[in-house]
């Protein structure tokens, strides 16, 4: 069963820190590049950065440059994202999403194949 379970999600205080985690099960991660994306309801969902299955590759959008670094752990199937200097503004549900042979690029979220549930993240004092 192919499963892409998203965990690290929370409730910080704006300038704290979060490390989000996406797992992969029943595929390997290796030949896949993984993007974030956050959306809350009524809002288009929004690209947050990716990185390439070599891991070599890394980009992110500009509301969280500077703040935020995705990496990736192939030996654990797994990918990441450090989320520091944390503001009201970054509060959404956090989705992983995985594109085969893909390129580290800002692309439409419909050309992913494997989506996580999402993990909320709330920044308040």
């Known amino acids: 069963q192919l499963q892409f379970v998203e965990s690290g999600g929370g409730l910080v205080q704006p300038g704290g820190s979060l490390r989000l985690s996406c797992a992969a099960s029943g595929f390997t991660l290796d030949w896949y590049a993984i993007a974030w994306f956050r959306q809350n309801p009524g809002k288009e969902r929004e690209w947050v950065s990716c990185?390439?299955?070599?891991?070599?590759?890394?980009k992110y959008g500009g509301s969280v440059k500077g703040r935020f670094a995705i990496s990736r752990d192939n030996a654990k199937n797994s990918v990441y994202m450090q989320m520091n200097s944390l503001e009201p503004k970054d509060s959404d549900v956090y989705y992983c999403a995985a594109l085969f042979g893909g390129a580290c690029m800002n692309l439409s979220p419909s050309l992913y194949e494997y989506w996580g549930q999402g993990t909320q993240v709330t920044v308040s004092s």
């Open positions: 990185i390439s299955g070599s891991g070599g590759d890394t």
